[in-house]
């Protein structure tokens, strides 16, 4: 886990506790707001003193989280070690085990102030060796998360509410006690800033650590990864490996050192060409030959049992399934999440190549770790998508447009089709009939990706139907699905509690399960696993198909309030709707998908169509993948489209559930180009669509927006039926007409409740 992600967990934990509630006769507090930290921290002091004092005679209540922040904010140091004793002994046997270790750097802070004489720093250290001395190393990991942490931030935290106080003289009990306990985490915060090299001896003593491994392949490359073990292990151990082109080192060894504490041979290995390894950078294109010679060298090594099990996110999630399609023998589980697949997830996405990825080779391939000042040059990159399409240039030479050669984007967009180029870096066709192995997919319905971690899923089961492969779903977008703690609000969407779950402790029960025979993790209750958003619970189905009935929708021109009507039967009189584009007006664009926010309060087509159902008389739930097909003339060869799935409410809102966005000549065939002929109707499937699991209330309804897709996110498909990479704003000629059919028909999986 990164750094960051330790300040917003912690921050957010630390901030949301409960501290306590006042009496009926809440009584003020004298509080003089200063602004030097150190003045603050003298007020807050007297202020917790003041309130601790009123507690003791009974005139309001705190709650023992209150308490504890209170006593280190004055200085209470005794009372405050046993008042954390006693509230972590309460939420270890309620089994709330992380909450009962986000206080122990607390409790160490205290003992250590309880020790003048000895000086804090030595009582420090002291106390965080006695209490890690204790410690296996899963919890020893498990508790030094609660110790990073970015101090300015939690000051300028506590700064800024005693600024909203406003020159007020007293103040009420709440606000004391988030004084106290900003107050608390600041000092705790600042004391565990030293235990880094604290926590670096502790791990030496548990690990073996070989940070410069150099791994030989048959084809002559070198790779360079970091291996970690620990000395309790004698025996020859099973691997957990991640395959990344992320070169961080610290954050390698830490992804190393987190498999250690659980038993097995943690490795991370580097992509060709990061780090030590000096041969050239290719991202995805050498994957499937070089993961597969790591697995092997892994089952060659004297601490290797001979077994590999291969998981992470996004890169990594790809590199294990690249490494199948060469199937090492020792590779016998693999855990992806958020798994991209080159050419079909991104740089592209069926067929139109996505703006969002263009700075990505540059990150990567920039230097032999990662080109973060480039990269995070977010204005550069934010500025650029408006500024090629406002040009009308070519998509082949956005990076004229950025001033900087992206040469990795020119290769990519030499292949349009699915070729035999991607095809080569990921199981195809019948390479998935020949994966004998469990698999654990991991993905979220945001997931930017999930169209390439779904299209993994299908394929492995189409291909060998018999697979062991059990899928996990949920409220994500590509970090959340990767997180151990899942931020509780994506994009305006507040997530059901229930959809909380720790990617990394569910890889390891994986891995237990494969590896070591262990009880198959308790959520995986069938192959398909999903959490059904807006009932706060779990669903489980053999399959995508079990889970709910397709019901087949067509679209009309009846009017509908403000959209036109999704009807459940086949309209009586066929008839069509027209959207004529200028493809060379750059003004503005047309065919926005993307779920952000997830939660809107209206959806206006701007001059694409909406079709809405007949309200549900009952409550009724959306589980899977929608698809269909679009009866469709054009005016011209080719142009690109969108297809939106809604919920609608009542109150004229919407929650995005799933989309699709594709090239309309690669609607029957991603790996082959078929022209529309111009002024005739034509069938247009499509299928690769978002899996969403979503229960509406009765009264709601579905809506379905389409449209074509011009935008500065995209390249910009002029329709002459040349290569799209190179069309320009001269190409537009006359603007696009697009009929849209009422024969067309969407397919949604529904099933109602109870």
């Not at 994966?435 to 993994?456: H, K, M, N, R």
């Not at 994009?491 to 990394?504: E, L, M, N, V, W």
């Amino acid at each position: 886990m990164s750094q960051g992600m330790t300040v917003r967990a912690w921050l957010f934990l630390g901030l949301a506790l409960a501290c306590g509630v006042a009496v009926a006769s809440e009584p003020r507090f004298a509080f003089a707001p200063p602004s030097d930290d150190a003045e603050i921290a003298k007020a807050v002091a007297g202020l917790s003193e003041r309130v601790l004092s009123v507690h003791g005679a009974g005139q309001v209540q705190v709650s023992a989280a209150g308490l504890a922040h209170l006593r280190i904010a004055a200085g209470q140091d005794r009372d405050a070690i046993d008042g954390i004793r006693a509230l972590m002994d309460a939420y270890t046997s309620q089994g709330d085990h992380d909450r009962s270790r986000r206080w122990v750097p607390y409790l160490l802070y205290a003992q250590a102030r309880a020790q003048p004489v000895r000086g804090f720093g030595k009582a420090y250290a002291a106390a965080f060796e006695a209490y890690f001395g204790g410690l296996g190393d899963l919890e020893a990991q498990r508790t030094q998360f609660w110790f990073g942490g970015d101090l300015a931030l939690a000051r300028a935290d506590l700064r800024d509410s005693v600024s909203r106080l406003g020159d007020t003289a007293e103040i009420a009990l709440d606000d004391a006690l988030g004084l106290a306990r900003r107050q608390a985490f600041v000092d705790v915060l600042a004391a565990a800033s030293t235990a880094g090299a604290l926590i670096a001896a502790d791990e030496d003593g548990r690990y073996l650590v070989d940070e410069d491994v150099l791994i030989r392949t048959p084809g002559g490359i070198t790779l360079s990864a970091v291996v970690a073990r620990s000395r309790k292990t004698a025996l020859p151990s099973p691997a957990a490996m991640q395959f990344t082109i992320y070169t961080v080192p610290a954050d390698n060894r830490a992804v190393a050192l987190q498999a250690a504490a659980r038993g097995y041979a943690g490795v991370v290995v580097d992509a060709r060409g990061k780090r030590l390894s000096t041969d050239g950078i290719r991202p995805y294109e050498t994957e499937a030959d070089d993961a597969a010679a790591a697995v092997e060298w892994i089952a060659r090594q004297p601490w290797s049992d001979g077994r590999v099990g291969m998981y992470g996110g996004s890169y990594s999630g790809f590199a294990a399934w690249a490494a199948t399609k060469r199937r090492p023998p020792a590779l016998k589980t693999i855990v992806p999440y958020v798994a991209a697949i080159p050419g079909l997830g991104l740089p592209m996405e069926n067929n139109v190549f996505l703006t969002a990825n263009y700075a990505w080779p540059f990150y990567v391939a920039g230097n032999r770790l990662l080109d973060e000042d480039n990269y995070f040059d977010r204005e550069r990159w934010q500025r650029l998508p408006e500024a090629w399409y406002a040009s009308g240039r070519p998509y082949r030479e956005i990076d004229r447009v950025d001033g900087t050669a992206n040469p990795w984007l020119q290769r990519w967009l030499s292949h349009p089709a699915y070729d035999a180029y991607w095809q080569a870096m990921v199981p195809y066709g019948e390479d998935f009939a020949r994966i004998g192995i469990p698999v654990l997919s991991i993905t979220g319905y945001y997931d930017d990706g999930q169209v390439s971690a779904l299209q993994y899923f299908k394929e492995h089961l189409r291909h060998r139907p018999e697979a062991v492969h059990y899928l996990v779903i949920g409220p994500y977008d590509h970090f959340g699905a990767q997180a151990t703690f899942k931020p509780r609000s994506l994009r305006g969407y507040d997530i059901d509690p229930s959809a909380q779950f720790d990617t990394r402790e569910l890889t390891f029960q994986w891995l237990d399960h494969v590896l070591r025979g262990g009880e198959r993790p308790a959520l995986l209750q069938d192959r398909v696993n999903y959490q059904l958003m807006g009932a706060d619970e779990w669903g489980h189905a053999s399959s995508l198909a079990e889970a709910a009935d397709v019901v087949a929708f067509h679209l009309s021109d009846v009017p509908s309030g403000v959209y036109r009507l999704l009807s459940d039967a086949p309209v009586e009189r066929p008839t069509w709707l027209t959207r004529r584009v200028d493809l060379a007006d750059r003004s503005s664009g047309h065919g926005g998908y993307y779920p952000d926010p997830v939660v809107v309060d209206r959806i206006d087509p701007d001059g694409g169509f909406g079709f809405a159902s007949a309200p549900f008389d009952e409550p009724t739930s959306v589980i899977g993948t929608f698809s269909g097909e679009l009866r469709v003339r054009s005016s011209k060869r080719d142009f690109d489209f969108s297809v939106v799935l809604y919920e609608l409410r009542p109150d004229g809102s919407a929650m995005q559930l799933s989309y699709y966005v594709g090239r309309a000549s690669y609607a029957r065939d991603m790996t082959r180009r078929e022209l529309l002929v111009p002024g005739e109707w034509t069938t247009l499937p499509f299928e690769r669509t978002r899996m969403t699991a979503r229960r509406m209330p009765a009264g709601n309804r579905l809506l379905v927006v389409l449209d074509v897709l011009k935008d500065a996110h995209h390249e910009v498909n002029m329709g002459t039926g040349g290569m799209v990479a190179d069309e320009s704003i001269t190409d537009g000629g006359t603007p696009l007409a697009v009929d849209w059919h009422s024969d067309s028909v969407i397919r949604v999986p529904l099933r109602a409740e109870q």
